[in-house]
T-cell receptor
């Protein structure tokens, strides 16, 4: 088990609603990345936060936004939910800051989001 | 765009045999690669990693081989056990933040 935790574990929303997902990074990690994993697919990078600033973004629309807090925990917010947003949302943390092992990302268990 | 693909979507092996899972990547600038194992209902679990300045790295029962000439990565699992049954992903990066994942290979171990 990694030290990355996510909440909630499952969530059901309706189209057009907004959702906030939460992630606590592993101790000693200052970088958090969010991924979306559709059923039967590999994770797709949404964005990364390093020391409370966005540090890279994948091909996702602006209605996907995030925050990182001083304790390095993070939130993923999705506005105007669409049916295709149904997926497993994964959070990963890494040490950041350079160095041989700083890039290695460790994943949490994910939040399963269902949009009806 | 990035493309990380797998040669076989499913693989079945007998318990005790060795498993080999393959992965092709398209970005020659990628310099760091990770193999993850994902069991049903769980997040990806780190197995082993390798940097582009190496061509082989060994862990406990696992070995990763990197062939930069043909942009190919493989994961070898020795003496495969039922607990190894899962989906395996290779992931690569050239930026250090954004990892690109393949579709995954489903490994089934037959007792």
């Amino acid at each position: 088990e990694t030290g990355v935790t996510q909440s909630p574990t499952h969530l059901i929303k309706t189209r057009g609603q907004q959702v906030t997902l939460r992630c606590s990074s592993q101790s000693g990690h200052n970088t958090v990345s969010w991924y979306q994993q559709a059923l039967g697919q590999g994770p797709q990078f949404i964005f990364q936060y390093y020391r409370e600033e966005e540090n890279g973004r994948g091909n996702f629309p602006p209605r996907f936004s995030g925050l990182q807090f001083p304790n390095y925990s993070s939130e993923l917010n999705v506005n105007a939910l669409e049916l295709d947003d149904s997926a497993l949302y994964l959070c990963a943390s890494n040490r950041g800051g350079g160095g041989a092992q700083s890039q290695t990302q460790y994943f949490g268990p994910g939040t399963r989001l269902l949009v009806l | 765009g990035e493309s990380v693909g797998l040669h076989l979507p499913t693989l079945s092996v007998q318990e005790g045999d060795n498993s080999i899972i393959n992965c092709a990547y398209s970005n020659s600038a990628s310099d760091y690669f990770i193999w993850y194992k994902q069991e049903s209902g769980k997040g990806p679990q780190f197995i082993i990693d390798i940097r582009s300045n190496m061509d082989k790295r060994q862990g406990q029962r696992v070995t990763v081989l990197l062939n930069k000439t043909v942009k190919h990565l493989s994961l070898q699992i020795a003496a495969t056990q039922p607990g190894d049954s899962a989906v395996y992903f290779c992931a690569e990066t050239n930026t250090g933040n954004q990892f690109y994942f393949g579709t995954g290979t489903s490994l089934t171990v037959i007792p």
